[in-house]
């Protein structure tokens, strides 16, 4: 079974500019989650996707967005960046909410910023 | 929101010892504490979790305790090894949230 699966691995940008990650979800779960793990920081709860619709997002502002595509899979945009947000955006998918089912994580796009 | 504290933020110990780590957390709404392993560079992976209504689980050398009373739960690790060093990162589940601590960065000196 594969597991989820995350694009860019890399990706560099400068200040002001958009990023724009993806991720692909274990088949058959229906819930994508996103996280930040800024450098020698824990998980910082990004966004919550389940059958589409954006369910629930952590303390970030507006310009952290997304979305969740019929197939279940995701995108993050990230607007106007900021150094700040250099850091690994890890996804995590799980069956449908409700069944209080694990997370299981992609391997993360690593995001920098200068 | 829900807040998970975890300590220590650094545990060393010798190899065969056992290590602990310890969560607490603040909505007593919660009812799933899972509990990640991370080397370095890698995914975070699921290494055992457990549910309000069991107070402990074992799964071989490692163990998850929790107590609902005082919101708190605790992950122990017996006879460990070097592959055990990592960071562990303690989660609680709230409103469908999974709301992580800081992290524990075990060591396990050979």
């Known amino acids: 079974e594969a597991g989820v699966t995350q694009s860019p691995t890399h990706l560099i940008k400068t200040r002001g500019q958009q990023a724009t990650l993806r991720c692909s979800p274990i088949s058959g779960h229906t819930s994508v989650y996103w996280y930040q793990q800024a450098l020698g920081l824990g998980l910082q709860f990004l966004l919550w996707?389940?059958?589409?619709?954006?369910?629930n997002r952590g303390n970030f502002p507006p310009r952290f967005s997304g979305r969740q595509f019929p197939n279940y899979s995701s995108e993050l945009n990230v607007n106007a960046l900021e150094l700040e947000d250099s850091a690994l955006y890890l996804c995590?998918?799980?069956?449908?909410?409700?069944?209080?089912?694990?997370?299981?994580f992609g391997n993360g796009t690593r995001l920098t910023v200068t | 929101g829900e807040n998970v504290e975890q300590h220590p933020s650094t545990l060393s110990v010798q190899e065969g010892d056992s290590a602990v780590i310890k969560c607490t957390y603040s909505d007593s709404a919660s009812n799933y504490f899972p509990w990640y392993k991370q080397e370095l560079g890698k995914r975070p992976q699921l290494i055992i979790d457990?549910?309000?209504?069991?107070g402990e689980k074992k799964d071989q050398r490692i163990a998850v305790t929790l107590n609902k009373t005082a919101k708190h739960f605790s992950l122990h690790i017996t006879e460990t090894q070097p592959e055990d060093s990592a960071v562990y990162f303690c989660a609680a589940r709230s409103d469908y949230k999974l709301s992580f601590g800081a992290g524990t960065t075990v060591t396990v000196r050979a």
């Open positions: 457990i549910r309000s209504n069991v």
């Open positions: 995590a998918s799980s069956l449908a909410a409700g069944y209080n089912s694990p997370l299981h």
């Open positions: 996707y389940d059958e589409g619709e954006e369910r």
